[in-house]
């Protein structure tokens, strides 16, 4: 099974910076991979699929790159609705696995 | 409105079974791949189950492998999960999810999840 790691855990930020999360794949999995944002209490709402299209209605400054083990989600200037939780997932092929996630707070 | 409703959560003894379901409406239920996540309290994702569209691909976590039997109903628009010899280790909130597109498998669309308790 292909296992998903996700740096950092957390992420202290502020409004206004650039924020990096790094997303790997134990094997490639092509661009097979979705990014995601969860708040609390609230289903997560995809962002990225295909490594770096992003979904319809999602802010432009949301952006994913990365092919085969290593994957970037970047947000280019965090907005106060960014905080939340993200994780990637791969989609290569069954099973379907999350990375642990990245808690993006003040 | 493209909606997906989750039923059948609740409170549950180690080793019984529950049976949850997913109602889908506003699309083409039997354009798309479904899938359960899980979510334990305080803890993330876990994809648990995935089925085409015509459930001839299954796929299933090692950790529900022989427990857990994902299925679905094109007529009824219903996704369902058959949770067998419950743990402790099961209690999560439980989402169902749609395929993006017929070629994409990202999640574009979840419902709002139904807690499942197993405790004695």
């Known amino acids: 099974d292909i296992q998903m790691t996700q740096s950092p855990s957390t992420l202290s930020t502020s409004v206004g910076d650039r924020v990096t999360i790094t997303c790997r794949a134990s094997q490639s999995i092509s661009n097979w991979l979705a990014w995601y944002q969860q708040k609390p209490g609230k289903a997560p709402n995809l962002l990225i699929y295909k490594a770096s299209s992003l979904e319809s209605g999602v802010p432009s400054r949301f952006s994913g790159s990365g092919s085969g083990t290593e994957f970037t989600l970047t947000i280019s200037s965090l907005q106060p609705d960014d905080f939340a939780t993200y994780y990637c997932?791969?989609?290569?092929?069954?099973?379907?696995?999350f990375g642990p996630g990245t808690k993006v707070d003040i | 409105e493209v909606q997906l409703v989750e039923s059948g959560g609740g409170l549950v003894q180690p080793g019984r079974s529950l049976r949850l379901s997913c109602a889908a409406s506003g699309f083409t239920f039997d354009d798309y791949s479904m899938h359960w996540v899980r979510q334990a309290p305080g803890k993330g994702l876990e994809w648990v189950s995935g089925?085409?569209?015509?459930?001839?691909?299954?796929g299933n976590a090692d950790s529900v492998k022989g427990r857990f039997t994902i299925s679905r109903d094109n007529a009824k628009n219903s996704l369902y999960l058959q949770m067998n010899s419950l743990r402790a280790e099961d209690t999560a909130l439980y989402y169902c999810?749609?395929?993006?597109?017929?070629?994409?498998?990202?999640?574009?669309?979840w419902g709002q999840g139904t807690m499942v308790t197993v405790s004695s």
């Open positions: 997932q791969h989609y290569n092929s069954f099973p379907f696995t």
């Open positions: 089925i085409s569209w015509n459930s001839d691909y299954i």
């Open positions: 999810a749609k395929d993006r597109d017929s070629k994409d498998n990202a999640f574009d669309i």
